[in-house]
């Protein structure tokens, strides 16, 4: 059965301090991967995604994935995070034009 | 260049009524979806339209339909309605091969 796992609910971490957000996934075919971010009571926003080619991929405001076929994770990573970067993180996984499926996401909290 | 839009932003209705949503695609898109996302949730895939017709569909009742129109624009359509329907939902457009685009969604509540 296809499916993503979002093993970690929240996340707190500091102002300046590196990022890692965990994402794991089943999917019977090549995958596309994909990072959403949400804001509270907005829609979603695409940070990055994964096609094919190389397997670090950058993506917009400073964020990065990679992925690893034989760990079927597609990790999302930010090497110092800012205050504005509170919000809550989807890995989400599909096939070309077929449906997207999400996680239940991550919801990261930055200390000042 | 204006991104996918969505119609209303917010709405109640009462149990048992019918709603009606609407999504503009973002310019050049012709592929339209629909999710559900409940409160602390991962939004759920509802059903895809391409070319005017259903192409994919989720787990999702047949109280959920919806219709594509020629100018790729896209209706959500939800009868009878039930208070487990309050949700936010968002319409996702994309091209043949790209990403997937969403709006800002329409927040729906059942009293």
């Known amino acids: 059965a296809q499916s993503v796992t979002q093993p970690d609910i929240h996340i707190t971490v500091s102002e300046g301090a590196s990022l890692e957000l965990r994402c794991n996934y089943s999917?019977?075919?090549?995958?596309?991967l994909f990072w959403y971010v949400q804001s509270p009571g907005q829609g979603l926003q695409l940070l990055l995604k994964?096609?094919?080619?190389?397997?670090l991929v950058q993506g917009i405001k400073g964020f990065e994935a990679e992925f690893k076929r034989s760990q079927s994770s597609f990790n999302l990573r930010k090497p110092s995070v800012h205050w504005s970067d509170a919000a809550e993180y989807f890995c989400?996984?599909?096939?070309?034009?077929?449906?997207?499926?999400f996680g239940k996401g991550t919801r990261l909290h930055i200390l000042p | 260049d204006a991104g996918v839009t969505q119609s209303p932003t917010h709405l109640i209705k009462t149990r048992g009524q019918q709603v009606t949503l609407r999504c503009s695609p973002k310019?050049?898109?012709?592929?339209v979806s629909w999710y559900q996302q409940a409160l602390g949730q991962g939004p759920q895939f509802i059903f895809q339209?391409?070319?005017?017709?259903?192409?994919q569909r989720g787990n999702f009742p047949d109280r959920f339909s919806g219709h594509q129109f020629p100018n790729y624009s896209s209706e959500l359509n939800v009868n009878a309605l039930l208070l487990g329907d309050s949700a936010l939902y968002l319409c996702?457009?994309?091209?043949?091969?790209?990403?997937?685009?969403f709006g800002q969604g329409t927040r729906l509540t059942v009293v």
């Open positions: 996702a457009t994309s091209r043949v091969g790209g990403p997937a685009f």
């Open positions: 999917y019977g075919a090549t995958p596309y």
């Open positions: 994964y096609f094919s080619g190389d397997t």
């Open positions: 989400a996984v599909g096939g070309g034009d077929d449906k997207i499926i």
């Open positions: 310019s050049g898109h012709d592929t």
């Open positions: 339209y391409y070319e005017e017709e259903e192409r």
